[in-house]
């Protein structure tokens, strides 16, 4: 997804930069950074003079059960999607407020329904949603707007390795409303517009990019 959306907003005429603790295949101009380490951060923001948008999309996801869970797995998710996220927005917040800038998290429809399999995943993109509902309200007279996006089951690597065979990915795309897998452009061309002109009346909200997932109550039984 994180790819799809530099290529999106590099489309339409943005200066992307690249966060990643892997080189990106594009040649966006990049920095080798691991979220959840503050100086590594601090340390590239140094080189970057103005920042108009962050768009926080780095995490991680898992199926595991609350008994199944260990000390370091809480420690590995919750230092990515909610830890990861919340120093990247705290330290270029200040270039997002000198630009009257726009903000975007990455979340999860998993993050306003219930998956039972994952309550650790489920808990951390909840906890996002609240943190883009905070943001927006406080820093609204600033300016800065504040938004996320709720993607539902988006064909990407990481959702692949959730699949033990093809019948399991199929059985995954059966039980969305639209009968089919998102792709990262679908992402991606959410991102694009919450952060164009074209959105400048709209903060702190949560948008499903799901395929219907969030709106079924049938999803997670």
Do not use: W
Request: proline fraction near 5%; charge should be neutral.
């Amino acid at each position: 997804m994180g790819l799809a959306i530099a290529r999106k907003l590099y489309s339409v005429g943005m200066n992307v930069i690249v966060f990643d603790v892997q080189t990106p295949p594009d040649n966006f101009k990049f920095y080798q950074v691991d979220i959840r380490n503050d100086e590594q951060i601090k340390e590239a923001l140094l080189q970057i003079p103005n920042v108009n948008i962050l768009v926080n999309n780095a995490g991680v996801y898992f199926e595991k059960y609350l008994e199944d869970t260990t000390n370091d797995d809480i420690d590995k998710m919750v230092d990515i999607n909610i830890k990861g996220t919340y120093l990247m927005t705290r330290n270029v917040f200040p270039k997002i407020k000198a630009s009257c800038g726009s903000i975007v998290i990455i979340a999860s429809c998993l993050g306003v329904v219930p998956e039972l399999t994952s309550p650790l995943y489920c808990t951390t993109k909840a906890g996002l949603v609240m943190l883009t509902k905070c943001l927006a309200q406080q820093y609204a007279d600033c300016g800065v707007r504040v938004n996320c996006v709720l993607p539902g089951p988006i064909n990407t690597p990481l959702l692949q390795k959730s699949f033990s065979d093809r019948a399991a990915e199929k059985h995954c795309a059966e039980r969305i409303p639209l009968k089919r897998i998102g792709q990262p452009e679908d992402v991606a061309s959410m991102v694009a517009f919450l952060v164009s002109q074209e959105a400048s009346y709209i903060t702190g909200g949560a948008f499903p990019v799901d395929g219907g997932v969030s709106s079924s109550s049938m999803y997670s039984k």
